[in-house]
């Protein structure tokens, strides 16, 4: 409970008619007094009451893009009776914060209010509880109340439509992505769970009736021609960025090389690390954008670790990452190979460094930095990879990522 200014006042002047009272004995005193204390009384009982036997049930979107305008629907039910001037605040992480006023609901017309808000960062997001207030009838005092109202929403990274994208290691005509061949009378190599863009004719039913989800046929010719995405996980090399900003930034410019591979009809392997264990799932965009809003900078595992331990030999692999020595170490390995590069000095010298964290990412002091200096040089790494034939895009702080990725080039 919090008395308002309002009933300090109140509470303040009938303390005095009650003096005055007191002292003269004037009955109309005492009456204009417990009318006031009854003011109290009355505003203090119906804000108690007000927030008593309220169910509240949240409808919202379950997917979202970063940036994207988001609609929160509240429904207040009453158990019996009826209920005044109720506030909810509703606080969903990932998204900001809102409220909404019911001026009254009961038992047999549940109130319901919505409110606009907007998607902020990328992840998977879970609600238990909203904080429900009351003023009661007379708004002399506030009560509140937090109650059980769960949900969940996973905000998907933003991507930029890309023109064209280069496979590492094709050339001439076939430099962008091709659509996958035809599979007609192609050896069939296995199974594996249904994807995006998976024809339907390809689904082997006796395999989806024993799991329970749709299952496809998969073809020998499928796995050579996935394009493998490598995002480097560790937490050391984006350090020096205290706001967390360039690795959302590095997960958004993946997201946007997945959307222009997988539109060409070809999968992407998804890979990173997960502390010491290496993620990895073949995936269309759908699929990839789960993954994406759940990938975190908690990995331990270097990307040629990674790579030696989940890629097969041969694959294109896209390196995303801040450490330029990882695309070059592959490319001296004879790996076809592409990199992202986020130029960490430019985030970390801006003036949102020291802000609050982005999709969970961690600040300079909760990390033990080892060899790793964050003051490499971006413009000579950019320069190493490119007289060893690497196309490169370099990420800096304030430009667009969809620009920066139209530097790629053979």
């Known amino acids: 409970m919090r008395p308002t200014g309002d009933a300090v006042a109140v509470g303040v002047l009938a303390v005095l008619l009650l003096f ?8 109309w005193v005492y009456a204009v007094d417990a009318l006031l204390i009854g003011l109290l009384a009355v505003g203090c009982v119906s804000a108690a009451l007000g927030i008593r036997g309220l169910t509240v049930e949240r409808t919202m979107p379950s997917e979202a893009f970063e940036g994207d305008p988001v609609t929160v629907r509240l429904r207040v039910l009453v158990r019996r009776g009826r209920r005044f001037f109720i506030a909810l605040h509703d606080a969903v992480p990932g998204l900001t914060p809102g409220a909404v006023r019911i001026p009254v609901c009961d038992s047999r017309h549940p109130a319901a209010q ?12 879970m609600v238990e509880r909203i904080d429900a207030r009351s003023s009661g009838l007379a708004g002399l005092f506030v009560f509140r109340r937090r109650l059980r109202s769960p949900g969940a929403m996973t905000v998907f990274p933003r991507y ?5 994208f280069p496979v590492p290691g094709r050339t001439g005509p076939d430099i962008t992505s091709v659509p996958r061949p035809d599979r007609n009378g192609l050896e069939v190599a296995g199974v594996r769970e249904f994807r995006d863009g998976d024809n339907l004719r390809h689904v082997h039913w006796r395999s989806t009736a024993r799991r329970g989800t749709l299952v496809v046929r998969e073809f020998e010719h499928e796995a050579a021609d996935a394009v493998a995405l ?8 984006y350090a020096a960025d205290g706001s967390g900003q360039a690795f959302e930034d590095l997960v958004q410019a993946a997201a946007s090389i997945v959307h222009s591979v ?10 990173g690390a997960r502390g010491t264990q290496v993620d990895t799932a073949v995936v ?16 331990m595992l270097s990307p040629l670790d990674v790579y030696r331990s989940a890629v097969v030999s041969g694959t294109p692999v896209v390196i995303c990452t801040a450490d330029p020595d990882a695309p070059a170490g592959l490319a001296q390995q004879g790996v076809p190979v592409a990199a992202v590069l986020v130029d960490v000095v430019s985030y970390a010298e801006s003036p949102q460094s020291g802000g609050p964290l982005r999709g969970g990412s961690v600040t300079a002091g909760d990390v033990d930095t080892g060899e790793w200096d964050s003051r490499v040089d971006s413009d000579a790494g950019e320069m190493v990879l490119r007289a060893l034939g690497v ?3 370099v990420l800096r702080h304030g430009a667009e990522v969809g620009v920066c990725l139209a530097s790629l080039s053979p």
């Open 391 to 393: 196309p490169v895009a």
């Open 20 to 27: 005055i009272a007191v002292n003269l004995q004037a009955g």
């Open 262 to 271: 997988t539109r060409s009809g070809r999968p992407v392997e998804l890979i």
């Open 284 to 299: 269309g965009w759908a699929q990839a954008l789960h993954w994406l809003a759940r990938v975190q900078p908690h990995g």
């Open 114 to 125: 919505s409110y606009q808000t907007v998607a902020l960062r990328r992840g998977v997001f």
């Open 230 to 237: 490598l995002i480097d996980t560790r937490a050391e090399v």
């Open 160 to 164: 930029w439509v890309l023109a064209d």
